[in-house]
């Protein structure tokens, strides 16, 4: 227990490979606790209800909406953010999708979006574009139109025939 | 914003039963936290003490026992429509799993948590329903067994105490000459109206021996509906065909479906007549296949 009287729990996890040890309380939200504390922003606060996936972090692999979900439950857990895609200097192969067919506009669904991409890819490395739309259809985007983010979900690996 | 709270994390029932029985209506029992967050996040409810009940072991399993499956309580939705022992024996319930919330909700949110929060547009219970499960529900005291036709008993009401931890849902695996659907209709986030019927032909599969009809999400609570089901019973498939329109308006009646944001009352009873119908076409043809 905190000087407060608030009850703080330790939270030992790694984030992009980096291993963390803080304190938490109880009630803080894991976005919060990203994006403040380690000062990680690429996940975005937009309808703060599960619906929308522009929080989407994965936790051990697993997506989870991080604004309604209390930090502590990364608890010896492994969370990947959208930074933490690109190795040593070079784009992860969705990053080079959705850049490759044009899979974002404004890029605020765009972390989200790739992080589900991966676990998806992750379960099922080919997809069909059913598989595509049915997978990634908790997350919404307000700019493409989907077509461009189900295409480079499609390509990754496959270079545009039609790019300039 | 999330208003502080203390968390409890027992590791085992009997401990998470006495934490909440020692902090009374200020303690609520955590799962995944997907209804629960979100109704404290928005100011509804406010709980002194969450008890974490995902640290007790072996709550999070499914296993066939004899005749039925047993499930354990914290199996998270993706769990269960990923679960191997569930799509052999229960094919119906992973498709259903499948189709509840988004993916996200879908790995942290679960089976248990759904069926107590009791919120009535939820597709789960109405299946349940139909499948004649029990829940068991367990104390410090002792453990019981609740029949989902008794477990729903209003909007966000379910029977079961403060001081109880909802720890399995026991499924009797469909006979060998049964079928069973469940068919939903949504446009919002979560599901408009919800048709679970279950047919259990005879040998022959020529006619309804038995049958279970429930309706979910339309009114405040999901509901079997054996009013319905008289009228099914005991008719060839052919007949019963026949009747499934009477069935329907029967089922949509029984309902008690109200007006909202979902729709009319009235569109939501036509639309349980529609399900009910497309579930029994799709029955029949597998009973004939
Ligand atoms: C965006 C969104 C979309 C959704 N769409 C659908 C949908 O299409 N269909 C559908 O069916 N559902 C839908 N849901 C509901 C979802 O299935 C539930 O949120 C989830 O299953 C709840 O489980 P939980 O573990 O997160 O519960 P929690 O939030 O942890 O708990 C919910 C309630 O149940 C109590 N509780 C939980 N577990 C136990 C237990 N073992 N014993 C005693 N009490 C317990 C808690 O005290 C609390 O009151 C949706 C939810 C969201 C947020
Ligand atoms: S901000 Fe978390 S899902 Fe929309
Ligand atoms: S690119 Fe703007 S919301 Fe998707």
């Known amino acids: 227990m905190a000087d407060t009287g608030r009850q703080t729990l330790p939270l030992s996890f790694t984030v992009n490979g980096t291993h963390y040890e803080i304190e938490v309380e109880p009630h803080e939200l894991l976005l919060d606790v990203i994006r403040k504390r380690l000062g990680l922003t690429g996940a975005k606060r937009s309808c703060d209800v599960q619906v929308c996936g522009a929080c989407t972090l994965l936790l051990d692999g697993r997506p989870v909406s991080s604004c309604t979900l209390p930090a502590f439950e990364a608890r010896d857990k492994d969370v990947l953010t959208i930074e933490g895609m690109a190795q040593d200097g070079k784009l992860h192969p969705i990053q080079e999708a959705f850049i490759e067919y044009g899979g974002f506009q404004c890029g605020f669904c765009t972390p989200g979006m790739i992080l589900t991409a991966k676990t998806l890819l992750d379960e099922n490395p080919n997809p069909t574009e059913e598989d595509v739309i049915e997978y990634m259809n908790g997350n919404i985007c307000r700019c493409t139109g989907y077509k461009k983010i189900v295409e480079s979900i499609m390509g990754v690996g496959k270079p545009n025939a039609e790019a300039s | ?289």
């Open chain 2, 1 to 289: 914003m999330l208003r502080p709270f203390r968390l409890e994390e027992p590791e085992s029932v009997k401990e998470a039963s006495e934490a909440l029985a020692r902090y009374g209506d200020s303690a609520k029992v955590y799962a995944g936290g997907t209804e629960l967050l979100l109704a404290m996040k928005e100011g509804l409810v406010h709980f002194e003490c969450l008890v974490n009940v995902k640290k007790i072991p072996g709550l999070d399993e499914v296993r066939r026992d004899n005749g039925s499956l047993r499930i354990g309580a914290l199996s998270t939705h993706r769990e269960l429509e990923r679960s191997e022992t569930l799509a052999d024996a229960l094919p119906v319930l992973v498709e259903m799993e499948h189709n509840v919330a988004n993916l996200r909700v879908r790995e942290v949110g679960t089976l248990g948590g759904n069926l107590t929060f009791a919120e009535p547009h939820a597709d789960p219970g109405t299946l349940l329903l139909a499948l004649d499960a029990t829940v068991v529900a367990q104390k410090a005291g002792g453990e019981r067994e609740i029949p989902m036709n008794e477990f729903f008993v209003d909007a966000y009401e379910a029977a079961i105490e403060e001081d109880e931890v909802l720890t399995e849902i026991v499924v009797p695996v469909p006979g060998a000459n049964a079928a069973v659907r469940y068919r939903k209709f949504g446009y919002l986030e979560r599901p408009s109206a919800g048709v679970a019927l279950h047919v259990m032909a005879d040998d022959a599969r020529r006619s309804v021996r038995d049958v279970r009809v429930a309706v979910g999400c339309v009114g405040p609570k999901s509901m079997r509906v054996e009013e319905a089901e008289a009228v099914l019973r005991g008719k060839s498939l052919d007949e019963a065909a026949n009747a499934m329109a009477e069935a329907g308006d029967i089922a949509g009646r029984a309902a008690d479906a109200i007006s909202d944001l979902h729709g009319s009352a009235e569109y939501k009873e036509h639309i349980v007549k529609v399900l009910l119908t497309r579930a029994f076409n799709d029955i029949r043809a597998e009973l004939a296949g």
